[in-house]
């Protein structure tokens, strides 16, 4: 034995060729945490000071490679100074290229994932021969960083700018045929012949036949590309990334402006500007929000983890209501390998939802991610019914039927005597409270809420409602069912709009109200699309349909009386009146016409200011400043709400239900995180100047009192 630790173990294999394996103690996946990186460097020394080694073959003994970095040591790391993250990199760089200058060829075994910090490793050895099923990648920007383990100096000279930028900015976890192509890898081998594959480099190398130090010089020395062919590269590529990435996210023009500087320089100088680049990302408050959202997912994770052990198994499941939500939710559970009836009242409703169906999957099958025979199972395990035939063999039901308490009432009880005792009666209402379907149950404790986001197969968020007489086993069933079907399942207490649309209608009273004092709606939308969400209130109101935001808004208003009913006439009021419903009859705030793809594209429409006119008192100009503060102020108060009454455990599942349940921008890191982020004592500050507009601009006690004590929501 070279070395032993307890992430790394260096042995001597054959002939003279030593083999350094990866393979963390009590973790399932290996990661550079610090212990590993403090290993790295005390392997390479013991590599080092054997005098006969002839070759090293990097491997890892378990399923992955090396996942990355281990993340959950970002928050404290990226506390530090700039001076101090500069020092860290390159300290750990100093390990990683101490690597590289081993007196001998080396060669990565790469038998599964290996990304970030991970790849990084593979890219210090000469050579790389890659699984099949294993896939590398860097996916640093999707942290608000960019590789800084000399990941873009060596991807840079080994592969080309065009290549590494793609691979650096776009972030994406590449195949092996992908990665051989683009020259990241030599070559791609079954797993079990990966050792026997890096041995025969190796033993090349020592032969004269194969050149390791041409390729290691290749990879320590200036990009080959002169001034000419380097401006281009690098200009194209920033004006490229720079307007898909846009300013909310600067980590990927920056990793192309570090690669730039350091394009003429040789290893060692290029890692140092990597280090200050990448100090200076890490140092920003996008990546402090992103770093934060990976950390709360992977709670939601957990906390889903632990629930699927108490669930039943869902082996058949049923819906309700063959609606825009049903179908989807059959088609969703299909796809993913549930199989589901689904049963409507009429035919007409029927023939819609397995229409829809067809061409979700019909459009997999155009983007060859499904061959024609897979579609045709999926379709069939979809089964299309008008009366409650098979219901004694359905596990779970989720009811997709009107928005109406009387018709939900109903159907509920009806189905509950249709299917099995320890059957789960789910209801995707989006507002009313689960308490109140209840009511009318034999067993309440077998039913909770299980709400799905339009579209079903895009929106990744589902909440789950537990209602006061829900079993843990039906929130458990839910959970794990929700999970089966590709979604991140929230488990939230009962109350109006739970917590997604509980917080949505505060945001649109906001718009209402700015509307009323005179803001041009677009305005509105411009700057709230600026701030970072996918769309502005008055285009997200026309995607939900009127009739939908205005029912709802009525539900919301008899559950919040104090702060969600309005006095007067809004602009959503005027629509809805006008049978504006929005994209549904193509015409809301905005006309909708149909472009060259047969997409719907907004047009302004001057109408819509004619209506307007009644609700409109007087007319003011507002700064940006005025309408975000306008609209985000009543957002994160009821979000403070929602925290305070108990309908999310923690800060942590409230900010990930509002960025995945209605887009907030991610690298604000959420509601909470946002009031966080401004200082909670600024916060209230702000929210007291607006305090004339109402309740729902009014904090909250326990929050005047974490201003006080400088109590924040997370840390
Ligand atoms: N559309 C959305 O954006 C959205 C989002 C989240 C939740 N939801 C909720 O999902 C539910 C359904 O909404 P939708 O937009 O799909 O409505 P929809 O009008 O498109 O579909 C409702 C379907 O239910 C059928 N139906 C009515 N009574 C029935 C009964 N007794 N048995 C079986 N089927 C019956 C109708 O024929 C219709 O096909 C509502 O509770 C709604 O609030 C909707």
Not at 134 to 156: C, D, H, M, N
Not at 535 to 542: H, N, R, S
């Amino acid at each position: 034995m070279i070395y032993e630790g307890k992430a790394i173990t260096v042995k001597e294999i054959e002939g003279g060729i030593a083999q350094l394996d990866f393979d963390l103690q009590g973790e399932s996946v290996n990661k550079f945490n610090r212990l590993t990186i403090e290993e790295l460097h005390a392997a390479t020394d013991a590599l080092k000071a054997q005098k006969k080694l002839k070759g090293l073959v990097v491997t890892s003994s378990k399923d992955s490679f090396i996942v990355g970095a281990d993340i959950t040591e970002f928050t404290d790391l990226f506390a530090g100074s700039e001076e101090d993250l500069v020092a860290n990199n390159l300290k750990a760089n100093a390990i990683f290229s101490a690597v590289e200058d081993l007196p001998f060829p080396t060669v990565t075994a790469i038998n599964g994932i290996a990304l970030g910090g991970g790849f990084e490793m593979c890219l210090a050895t000469d050579f790389r021969v890659m699984a099949p099923k294993a896939k590398v990648g860097l996916p640093e920007v999707k942290l608000g960083i960019f590789p800084g383990f000399g990941g873009t100096v060596r991807l840079s000279r080994l592969v080309g700018v065009d290549n590494a930028v793609e691979w650096i900015c776009g972030g994406a976890e590449n195949r092996a045929d992908v990665a051989l192509k683009t020259g990241a890898v030599d070559a791609v081998v079954e797993p079990e012949k990966l050792v026997e594959a890096a041995v025969a480099i190796i033993n090349q190398c020592n032969e004269g036949k194969l050149d390791h130090e041409a390729r290691r010089e290749e990879k320590k020395g200036k990009i080959k590309l002169n001034a000419m062919e380097s401006m281009m590269a690098f200009e194209i590529s920033k004006a490229f990334v720079g307007g898909k990435a846009g300013k909310n996210y600067p980590a990927p023009v920056e990793a192309i402006k570090v690669m730039q500087k350091h394009a003429g320089m040789t290893r060692d100088k290029a890692i140092e500007v990597e280090a200050k680049g990448f100090a200076k990302m890490a140092k920003t408050n996008v990546a402090a929000c992103l770093v934060g959202l990976f950390l709360n997912d992977q709670e939601l994770k957990k906390k889903a983890k632990a629930w699927e052990k108490e669930a039943s198994e869902v082996k058949l499941a049923a819906v309700l209501g063959a609606g825009i939500m049903g179908g989807g939710v059959a088609y969703q559970s299909a796809l993913k390998g549930t199989p589901i009836i689904m049963k409507d009242i009429n035919q007409d409703g029927i023939t819609l939802g397995l229409n829809e169906a067809k061409k979700l999957l019909t459009k997999r099958v155009d983007k060859g991610r499904m061959k024609a025979g897979q579609m045709a199972d999926v379709l069939n395990s979809i089964t299309p019914t008008l009366n409650y035939g098979d219901f004694k063999n359905v596990d779970l039901v989720v009811e997709a039927v009107v928005e109406n308490p009387k018709v939900k009432d109903a159907v509920l009880r009806e189905v509950e005597d249709a299917v099995r005792e320890d059957a789960i009666l789910t209801s995707n209402t989006s507002t009313i409270s689960i308490d109140l379907l209840a009511k009318n149950l034999k067993r309440p404790e077998n039913f909770c809420g299980m709400h799905f986001f339009n579209p079903v197969h895009m929106m990744p968020l589902v909440e789950v409602i537990r209602g006061k007489k829900t079993s843990d086993r039906a929130i458990a069933t839910t959970v794990a069912y929700a999970k089966a079907m590709g979604k991140t399942p929230i488990v939230v207490n009962d109350c109006p709009g739970f917590l997604v649309n509980r917080v949505l209608f505060p945001y649109f009273g906001g718009f209402v109200g700015l509307v009323r004092d005179g803001a041009d709606f677009q305005k509105v939308d411009k700057v709230m699309e600026k701030f970072g969400w996918p769309m502005g209130p008055a285009y997200l109101l026309d995607v939900v349909g009127m009739d939908t935001g205005k029912h709802a808004g009525e539900v919301m208003a008899d559950g919040f009386p104090d702060r969600m009913k309005h006095a007067e006439t809004t602009a959503i009021d005027v629509m809805f009146e006008n049978n504006r419903y929005g994209q549904k009859n193509d015409v809301g705030f905005y006309k909708y016409e149909l472009d060259r793809k047969g997409k719907q594209k907004k047009v302004v429409d001057e109408e819509t200011y004619k209506l307007l006119e009644p609700v409109v008192q007087g007319k003011n100009e507002f700064s940006d400043e005025d309408i975000i503060a306008r609209m985000m102020i009543p957002l994160c108060l009821e979000t403070v709400r929602c925290l305070e009454d108990g309908i999310v455990e923690d800060p942590a599942d409230a900010d990930m239900g509002l960025i995945f349940g209605i887009g907030f921008p991610p690298f604000r890191g959420g509601a909470l995180r946002y009031i966080d982020d401004m200082g909670v004592d600024k916060f209230v500050e702000l929210a007291d100047k607006y305090a004339d507009l109402g309740p729902l601009y009014h904090p909250t006690d326990k929050l005047r009192e974490m201003a006080k004590t400088g109590k924040k929501f997370f840390g």
